[in-house]
Protein backbone atom coordinates (compact mmCIF):
# COMPACT_ATOMS: atom_id res chain seq x y z
CA UNK A 1 0.00 0.00 0.00
CA UNK A 2 1.22 3.35 -1.02
CA UNK A 3 2.18 5.72 1.91
CA UNK A 4 -0.31 8.75 1.53
CA UNK A 5 1.45 12.32 0.36
CA UNK A 6 3.92 13.80 2.62
CA UNK A 7 4.18 10.67 4.55
CA UNK A 8 6.71 7.60 4.45
CA UNK A 9 6.80 4.92 7.15
CA UNK A 10 4.87 7.04 9.76
CA UNK A 11 6.44 9.94 9.10
CA UNK A 12 5.76 13.18 7.90
CA UNK A 13 7.52 16.25 6.73
CA UNK A 14 8.61 19.34 8.73
CA UNK A 15 6.04 21.95 8.86
CA UNK A 16 6.82 25.74 8.77
CA UNK A 17 4.34 25.74 12.28
CA UNK A 18 7.21 23.33 13.81
CA UNK A 19 9.84 25.43 13.10
CA UNK A 20 8.13 28.07 14.69
CA UNK A 21 7.54 26.20 17.82
CA UNK A 22 10.63 24.88 18.45
CA UNK A 23 12.04 28.44 17.65
CA UNK A 24 9.78 29.33 20.43
CA UNK A 25 11.01 26.68 23.02
CA UNK A 26 14.86 27.57 21.88
CA UNK A 27 14.69 31.30 22.88
CA UNK A 28 12.09 31.47 26.13
CA UNK A 29 14.93 30.10 27.88
CA UNK A 30 17.23 33.12 26.87
CA UNK A 31 14.25 35.50 27.03
CA UNK A 32 14.06 34.39 31.01
CA UNK A 33 17.59 34.09 31.77
CA UNK A 34 18.27 36.99 34.34
CA UNK A 35 21.78 36.87 32.89
CA UNK A 36 21.62 36.12 29.11
CA UNK A 37 18.76 38.09 28.32
CA UNK A 38 20.77 41.39 29.19
CA UNK A 39 23.13 40.35 26.80
CA UNK A 40 21.04 39.17 24.04
CA UNK A 41 19.25 42.56 23.88
CA UNK A 42 22.77 44.13 23.95
CA UNK A 43 24.18 42.58 21.10
CA UNK A 44 20.56 43.13 19.04
CA UNK A 45 20.94 46.47 19.70
CA UNK A 46 24.96 46.08 18.20
CA UNK A 47 23.97 44.57 15.42
CA UNK A 48 20.95 46.22 14.27
CA UNK A 49 23.07 49.58 14.51
CA UNK A 50 26.40 48.42 12.68
CA UNK A 51 24.11 46.59 9.75
CA UNK A 52 20.81 48.37 9.90
CA UNK A 53 18.84 45.68 10.38
CA UNK A 54 15.75 44.89 12.44
CA UNK A 55 16.67 42.50 15.10
CA UNK A 56 15.67 42.19 18.81
CA UNK A 57 15.45 39.56 21.39
CA UNK A 58 12.31 37.78 19.96
CA UNK A 59 13.46 37.13 16.44
CA UNK A 60 16.83 37.01 17.13
CA UNK A 61 18.23 34.20 14.84
CA UNK A 62 15.73 34.77 11.77
CA UNK A 63 17.79 37.86 10.64
CA UNK A 64 20.68 34.94 11.13
CA UNK A 65 19.50 31.83 9.44
CA UNK A 66 21.17 32.48 5.91
CA UNK A 67 24.65 33.35 7.34
CA UNK A 68 24.44 36.86 4.91
CA UNK A 69 24.23 38.89 8.11
CA UNK A 70 26.65 37.34 9.71
CA UNK A 71 29.05 37.94 6.67
CA UNK A 72 28.38 41.53 6.36
CA UNK A 73 29.30 41.81 10.41
CA UNK A 74 32.57 40.55 9.10
CA UNK A 75 33.12 42.65 6.03
CA UNK A 76 31.75 45.85 7.78
CA UNK A 77 34.31 45.15 10.41
CA UNK A 78 37.27 44.39 8.40
CA UNK A 79 36.53 47.79 6.21
CA UNK A 80 36.83 49.40 9.80
CA UNK A 81 39.97 47.63 9.56
CA UNK A 82 41.41 48.76 6.58
CA UNK A 83 40.26 52.23 7.38
CA UNK A 84 42.51 52.42 9.96
CA UNK A 85 45.49 50.85 8.31
CA UNK A 86 45.24 47.87 9.98
CA UNK A 87 45.39 44.03 9.17
CA UNK A 88 42.02 41.77 9.58
CA UNK A 89 40.94 38.61 8.37
CA UNK A 90 38.72 38.56 5.08
CA UNK A 91 35.96 36.62 3.95
CA UNK A 92 34.20 35.60 0.76
CA UNK A 93 30.23 34.50 0.57
CA UNK A 94 27.06 34.22 -1.71
CA UNK A 95 24.79 36.76 -0.79
CA UNK A 96 20.57 35.43 -1.14
CA UNK A 97 21.05 32.24 0.35
CA UNK A 98 17.58 30.51 1.25
CA UNK A 99 17.50 29.91 5.63
CA UNK A 100 18.69 26.13 5.84
CA UNK A 101 20.15 25.53 2.14
CA UNK A 102 23.30 24.41 1.67
CA UNK A 103 24.69 27.98 0.96
CA UNK A 104 23.42 29.58 4.21
CA UNK A 105 25.55 26.36 5.87
CA UNK A 106 28.52 27.37 4.04
CA UNK A 107 27.72 31.09 4.56
CA UNK A 108 27.95 30.18 8.76
CA UNK A 109 30.83 28.16 8.56
CA UNK A 110 32.81 30.83 6.39
CA UNK A 111 31.58 33.29 9.54
CA UNK A 112 32.91 30.81 12.11
CA UNK A 113 36.50 30.37 10.17
CA UNK A 114 36.41 33.73 9.92
CA UNK A 115 35.60 34.43 13.72
CA UNK A 116 38.58 32.14 14.63
CA UNK A 117 40.96 34.05 12.24
CA UNK A 118 39.88 37.40 13.91
CA UNK A 119 41.26 35.89 17.31
CA UNK A 120 37.95 34.05 18.87
CA UNK A 121 39.00 31.23 20.72
CA UNK A 122 37.74 27.26 19.80
CA UNK A 123 35.66 27.27 23.28
CA UNK A 124 34.12 30.73 22.22
CA UNK A 125 32.96 29.30 18.96
CA UNK A 126 29.64 28.10 17.86
CA UNK A 127 28.76 25.52 14.89
CA UNK A 128 26.68 25.68 11.93
CA UNK A 129 23.68 23.82 13.18
CA UNK A 130 23.94 25.79 16.41
CA UNK A 131 21.93 28.35 13.93
CA UNK A 132 20.60 26.02 11.10
CA UNK A 133 18.48 23.56 13.48
CA UNK A 134 18.55 26.26 16.40
CA UNK A 135 20.65 23.94 18.88
CA UNK A 136 23.06 25.97 21.35
CA UNK A 137 21.54 29.67 20.53
CA UNK A 138 23.72 30.71 24.16
CA UNK A 139 26.98 29.42 21.86
CA UNK A 140 26.08 32.24 19.25
CA UNK A 141 25.93 35.01 21.91
CA UNK A 142 28.99 34.17 23.39
CA UNK A 143 30.89 34.44 20.20
CA UNK A 144 29.39 37.63 18.82
CA UNK A 145 30.22 38.84 22.61
CA UNK A 146 33.96 37.92 21.88
CA UNK A 147 33.68 39.00 18.13
CA UNK A 148 32.47 42.68 19.33
CA UNK A 149 35.53 42.89 22.07
CA UNK A 150 37.85 42.36 18.77
CA UNK A 151 36.31 44.63 17.03
CA UNK A 152 36.89 46.89 19.33
CA UNK A 153 40.48 47.06 18.39
CA UNK A 154 39.99 48.06 14.83
CA UNK A 155 37.49 51.00 16.04
CA UNK A 156 34.09 49.46 16.20
CA UNK A 157 32.05 50.71 18.45
CA UNK A 158 30.93 48.17 21.34
CA UNK A 159 27.86 46.78 22.79
CA UNK A 160 27.04 48.68 26.38
CA UNK A 161 28.21 45.94 28.65
CA UNK A 162 31.52 45.56 27.10
CA UNK A 163 31.98 49.31 27.79
CA UNK A 164 30.94 48.46 31.24
CA UNK A 165 33.06 45.72 31.11
CA UNK A 166 36.39 48.11 30.03
CA UNK A 167 35.79 51.01 32.23
CA UNK A 168 35.17 48.62 35.45
CA UNK A 169 37.59 45.80 35.05
CA UNK A 170 34.43 43.75 35.93
CA UNK A 171 33.27 40.85 33.86
CA UNK A 172 29.77 40.99 32.18
CA UNK A 173 28.53 38.42 34.15
CA UNK A 174 29.75 39.97 37.05
CA UNK A 175 28.49 43.72 36.53
CA UNK A 176 24.64 42.02 35.67
CA UNK A 177 25.23 39.72 39.18
CA UNK A 178 25.92 43.09 41.27
CA UNK A 179 23.32 45.29 39.54
CA UNK A 180 20.72 42.19 40.92
CA UNK A 181 22.03 41.94 44.22
CA UNK A 182 21.11 45.92 44.29
CA UNK A 183 17.84 46.45 42.15
CA UNK A 184 14.38 46.18 44.42
CA UNK A 185 12.99 43.74 41.58
CA UNK A 186 14.03 40.25 40.90
CA UNK A 187 13.04 40.91 37.09
CA UNK A 188 15.31 40.65 34.18
CA UNK A 189 17.18 43.68 33.76
CA UNK A 190 17.76 45.72 30.66
CA UNK A 191 21.03 47.07 30.03
CA UNK A 192 20.16 50.67 30.39
CA UNK A 193 18.82 49.96 34.26
CA UNK A 194 22.18 47.57 34.53
CA UNK A 195 24.20 50.24 33.58
CA UNK A 196 23.07 52.99 36.11
CA UNK A 197 23.20 50.32 39.03
CA UNK A 198 26.38 50.36 38.08
CA UNK A 199 27.18 53.63 38.13
CA UNK A 200 25.28 53.88 41.77
CA UNK A 201 27.72 51.22 43.07
CA UNK A 202 30.43 52.80 41.86
CA UNK A 203 29.81 55.95 43.52
CA UNK A 204 28.58 54.18 46.65
CA UNK A 205 32.07 52.30 46.78
CA UNK A 206 34.05 55.88 45.86
CA UNK A 207 31.90 57.26 49.06
CA UNK A 208 32.61 54.25 51.62
CA UNK A 209 36.39 54.50 49.95
CA UNK A 210 38.79 54.36 53.61
CA UNK A 211 35.76 53.25 56.23
CA UNK A 212 35.79 50.55 58.31
CA UNK A 213 32.95 49.19 57.16
CA UNK A 214 31.51 48.88 54.05
CA UNK A 215 27.97 47.55 52.32
CA UNK A 216 28.20 44.26 51.15
CA UNK A 217 27.43 45.18 47.44
CA UNK A 218 30.50 47.50 47.77
CA UNK A 219 32.61 44.52 49.52
CA UNK A 220 31.53 42.44 46.42
CA UNK A 221 32.38 45.32 44.25
CA UNK A 222 35.71 45.59 45.65
CA UNK A 223 36.10 41.54 45.31
CA UNK A 224 35.71 41.88 41.85
CA UNK A 225 37.72 44.66 40.98
CA UNK A 226 40.89 43.16 42.25
CA UNK A 227 40.31 39.82 40.28
CA UNK A 228 41.45 40.56 36.38
CA UNK A 229 38.75 39.41 33.57
CA UNK A 230 41.36 37.36 32.88
CA UNK A 231 41.40 35.46 36.10
CA UNK A 232 38.18 34.45 36.39
CA UNK A 233 38.28 31.62 33.28
CA UNK A 234 37.02 31.22 30.02
CA UNK A 235 34.07 33.90 28.88
CA UNK A 236 32.48 30.71 27.11
CA UNK A 237 31.40 29.41 30.51
CA UNK A 238 28.75 31.62 33.20
CA UNK A 239 30.88 32.31 36.24
CA UNK A 240 30.44 30.05 39.47
CA UNK A 241 28.08 31.31 42.00
CA UNK A 242 28.93 34.69 43.53
CA UNK A 243 29.80 32.32 46.94
CA UNK A 244 32.29 29.81 45.44
CA UNK A 245 34.30 32.83 44.01
CA UNK A 246 34.69 34.68 47.62
CA UNK A 247 36.19 30.90 48.70
CA UNK A 248 38.37 30.60 45.90
CA UNK A 249 39.87 34.24 46.78
CA UNK A 250 39.86 33.84 50.12
CA UNK A 251 41.95 30.42 49.44
CA UNK A 252 44.38 32.14 47.66
CA UNK A 253 44.98 35.16 50.25
CA UNK A 254 45.25 32.94 52.51
CA UNK A 255 48.09 30.90 50.80
CA UNK A 256 51.01 32.61 51.96
CA UNK A 257 54.66 31.94 51.00
CA UNK A 258 56.04 29.08 51.71
Do not use: H
Not at 27 to 50: E, F, K, V
Not at 139 to 163: Q, R
Amino acid sequence: MTAPPGKRDGSRRPRPQDDEVILSDKMSGLLSDPILRPLLDDLCQWLARILSIDIDAQNFTIPLQTGDDLCRLALAISKKASEMGMKCPVLKYKAGAKPGSFQARCNIEAFVKWAKALGVRETCLFETVDIVELKFLRNVLICLLEISKLADVYGVEPPELVKLEKSTKIGWQDLIKLSMKGASSGDVMSVADITRQVGAIQQAAQEEDGLERSSSIVLKWREFTRSSIKSRGDPSKILLEEEDVIVEEEEEEDAGPG
